[in-house]
């Protein structure tokens, strides 16, 4: 039995479903029921159209069990017997069910669990594992959400912009345990691309796959980080970085620009060059520019700038740039460090780093902020 | 989503408002002390935001090496002036503001003639795994 296939098949099984007008929950017991019935009936049967097949046995499922005569129409199908494959769709059912897991009502995280769950068709325990949650957690927030959407209508899409955020948290996620869900993203995507064409859908593809494409030399063996400029350029994936830069410049070439493609522009940037000093600075700031005009002058975005400015006009113009920002911002210190120490003040840049490494999110950034600190207080001792 | 600990301590923080040792407690108080803090776990765990819980013994001891080819040194139980932790609950949630507003409801826990204990809790992220993108 090809499990792969199956999980291929459980998401487009579920959305005509719903399309329907199945409640969402009641159409995914169905679609459980009858991947239970395909792995009885298939090893010895195999279908002719596996689709078609879990479609049908699906819909006879939802219907069984709503209807109150559920025992009798039970008897009534001979399910060995292989059903007509259901009608082809004329819409694309699995679209839609992209807008529903990704619906406003729902709050991020549940909205990621259930489009991992329904889209992606992990199983709850593959979801759990990754956000290191109890199995038991996950069950109660995909149930949770699955009630909040279950008496949504789908007759229209909802916003693309809703279900590219989602899809990017589950790729900002990272890497944790069996299931790696920045590849889960990159899959999704891919699979959101092929059906919808839309620049920012292209642009948030390009975006994930120039990042994934320096994985590989982000981490030391040990696990520690290793900065963008001292990277082994080396065990970037050209592949992956040629796929998206491709994306992007088709989607660019439209001319709707969006957060998506500014951001790619910048990742494509880093990725062109060959090494960290030829890095075309200024063409990255006027990127930034750019995408600070598209998010209303975020001031993530200006802080990201500033570090651009200092590598483009010299560290003392990226101050400069810092210094018109809340000092309170994530990171804020990390760059201000940064920029001291290419500045020259190495006593001032240590005290930052530390304090940095005080504030860091992470164990990684901590660690890497520290070693920073530490080099640096080694090197005015001596 | 991030995940929070909620730190109970014996000593070390604080005292609470209502702050009467759980020994001069009645059964009853001590009953509905628990139970509020089992009803509250059980109610994260329906809105997925419960990850673990634990409590811990009072008694404790400090341990450290000692040199080659010795045990190692005990101090024995805690001295009195030593931080003890009680337990501990790790939440998974939305935001700050909702680790917060959810430490302050398990510190309404009732204790002595009934009333919220309004003891201190300690509330402290996790650090977590890098995200994937940062430069």
């Known amino acids: 039995m090809d499990e792969t296939l199956l999980r291929s098949l459980t998401p487009g099984v579920l959305a005509v479903l719903v399309r329907r007008g199945a409640d969402f929950a009641a159409a995914e017991d169905a679609v459980q029921d009858a991947l239970v019935e395909a792995l009885r009936v298939w090893p010895a049967d195999p279908p002719r159209d596996p689709r078609g097949w879990l479609t049908t046995v699906a819909w006879r499922k939802f219907l069984d069990t709503t209807r109150a005569a559920a025992s009798r129409r039970r008897r009534e199908y001979r399910v060995e017997e292989e059903p007509a494959p259901g009608p082809a769709p004329a819409v694309d059912d699995t679209l839609q069910l992209y807008f529903l897991c990704a619906h406003p009502s729902l709050t991020p995280a549940s909205a990621v669990a259930l489009t991992l769950r329904a889209v992606g068709g992990l199983t709850t325990r593959q979801i759990a594992a990754a956000y290191l949650v109890p199995e038991a957690t996950m069950a109660q927030r995909i149930s949770r959400a699955k009630r909040t959407v279950s008496g949504v209508r789908f007759d229209r899409p909802g916003e693309v912009a809703t279900v590219l955020r989602v899809l990017y948290l589950v790729f900002n996620e990272g890497y944790s345990g069996d299931v790696d869900l ?24 390009a975006l994930m796959l120039l990042h994934h494409a320096r994985r590989a030399a982000r981490t030391a063996a040990d696990g520690s980080l290793v900065p963008l400029t001292e990277q082994d350029r080396g065990r970037w994936d050209t592949t992956l970085i040629a796929e998206g830069v491709g994306i992007l410049q088709a989607a660019l070439a439209r001319d709707r620009l969006g957060e998506f493609q500014a951001q790619a522009a910048i990742a494509a940037l880093h990725a062109d060059a060959p090494t960290a000093g030829e890095t075309d600075w200024p063409q990255i700031v006027e990127w930034y520019d750019e995408l600070a005009r598209l998010t209303d002058d975020s001031p993530v975005v200006r802080l990201n700038r500033a570090v651009a400015v200092g590598e483009a006009d010299g560290p003392r113009a990226g101050l400069a740039a810092l210094a018109a ?17 290419r500045d020259g003040d190495l006593a001032t840049a240590a005290r930052l780093y530390a304090e940095a490494a005080h504030r860091a999110p992470n164990l990684a950034e901590r660690d890497h902020l520290t070693r920073r600190a530490a080099r640096l207080n080694a090197r005015r001792d001596r | 989503m991030a995940k929070y600990l909620l730190l109970k301590h014996y000593r070390g923080a604080p005292a609470a408002v209502n702050d009467v040792p759980m020994d001069r407690w009645s059964p009853e108080e ?17 809105t997925g935001e419960f990850v673990e819980g634990q409590a811990l013994a009072p008694e404790g001891a400090w341990v450290r090496y000692d040199g080659e080819g010795r045990p190692p040194v005990t101090d024995g139980p805690f001295a009195e002036t ?36 309004h003891e201190w809790l300690e509330v402290r992220p996790f650090l977590t795994a890098p995200p994937t993108i940062t430069e």
Request: aromatic share 6%; net charge negative; hydrophobic share 50%.
């Open chain 2, 82 to 117: 030593k931080d003890l932790i009680a337990g501990w609950m790790i939440i998974d949630v939305d935001s700050y503001e909702r680790a917060v507003e959810l430490a302050g409801e398990l510190s309404a826990a009732p204790g002595a003639g009934g009333r919220p204990i």
């Open chain 2, 30 to 46: 001590i009953t509905a002390h628990m139970g509020y803090m089992n009803d509250f776990a059980a109610r994260l765990e329906k």
């Open chain 1, 182 to 205: 920045a590849a889960e993203a990159i899959r999704l995507t891919r699979r959101l691309a092929a059906r919808i064409d839309h620049p920012e859908v292209a642009g948030l593809l």
């Open chain 1, 325 to 341: 920002l809340d000092a309170s911002l994530p990171r804020h210190t990390a760059v201000a460090a940064y920029l001291h120490e």
